[in-house]
């Protein structure tokens, strides 16, 4: 059942101009910049997607999890579509967590904590503006909240309108997850909580609120994370999860520096506080040695993080005719290594954030599945794994020997 509106929740200004007027990277050129007051203050208007009590709720379980209660699966889509977040895709998306929990949970004889790449994943970081087509160039797609995929110059013009169909998407995402008994005051191990990358500041901007118990939280999101290509700590999507009560997580890949996490960790954590941060480590699988010396200066600095494995950033090439692609063996491979590195350093991996889909889809390889380009490969951003795929990779995911036994 639906418990919104949720009291006690106002749009909180002060932030969101405080952010705003900082440097920010991966934000689109809007064509007419002077359509997206409405649409922000449409947005500030709208009551919140998740509760401060829920996202209060969730960090209560992530600190247990970084006491080694509790495990973590993380996993959806790299970009979800705006028109796949009715009940029924929700249901199958829940299914999937179900069963990828259940693997994870046989494996480590811990309970496991759910969560989706789902309900506002919408928006995409892209290492280019720009896409070369037949004939000219393309601004890139960044996502259904800013533009449409198709190949042609109309498409590919951002439009506002969109960052409202995406709060649309997201409400209905989160009724059914509350329909299915999997969302708002349902018990933590049923419970299945929503995250995405807090990308796009004129969606995230105005979901932050101020609430009455004092604090401030993003209402977009229980969980939000910063991306690998966002995390400058003094750039606006840091400096807005500095200022969250949200648990936040931030990627961090092999380019990142001791210096770089160490500032990172002092401006998101800076009360050591167990379940506040998490940093979900995306290095591939031939540059995990080099997240060894940032989990000893972590550890060594008394941040008391979470870590997870993110196996599939890190991994992907491309097949001869030029689809993006991911082996399911060098995923299982980073994971290994991943969770290895983790234990030699004193630390635990506490889960995995996984790209992955119910749908049956053949766009990374392994498994027996071979990607070509044709009805399987359905991705519009990065290669998901198949069900199937996702199981084997959950199952050769393990606690370091001991670990279950806390
Ligand atoms: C993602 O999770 O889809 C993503 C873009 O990740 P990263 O920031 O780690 O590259
Ligand atoms: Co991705």
Redesign the pocket.
Known sequence: MSRYPFPGAGHDPLIASMVAALPARQQPQWPEPSRLAPVHERLARESPLVSYTSVRELRGLLARAAEGEFCLIQAGD??ELTTECEPCDVERKVEMLDVLGDVMRTGSGLPVVRVG?MAG?FA??RSDDWETVPGGRLPVFRGPVVNAPDACEEARTPDPSRVITGLEAARCAVTALDRLGRGEGAAPEERVWTSH?ALLLDYELPQVRRHTDGGSYLASTHWP?I????RQADFAHVRLMTELDNPVAC?V?PEATVDEVLDLCAVLDPHRTPGRLTL?A?FGADRVAALAPLVRAVRQAGHPVLWMC?P??GNTVKTPDGLKTRRLDTIMSEIRQCVDVLAENGERCAGL?L?ASPDDICECEGAGRVPVRGPGYRSL??PRLSLVQAVAAVAHWRLPVGAAAV
């Open positions: 790299c970009v790449r994943q995409k970081p990358e994370w991306g690998e290509r966002t990627k890949g979900i995306r993110d599939m950033h954030h790209e951003c990065d």
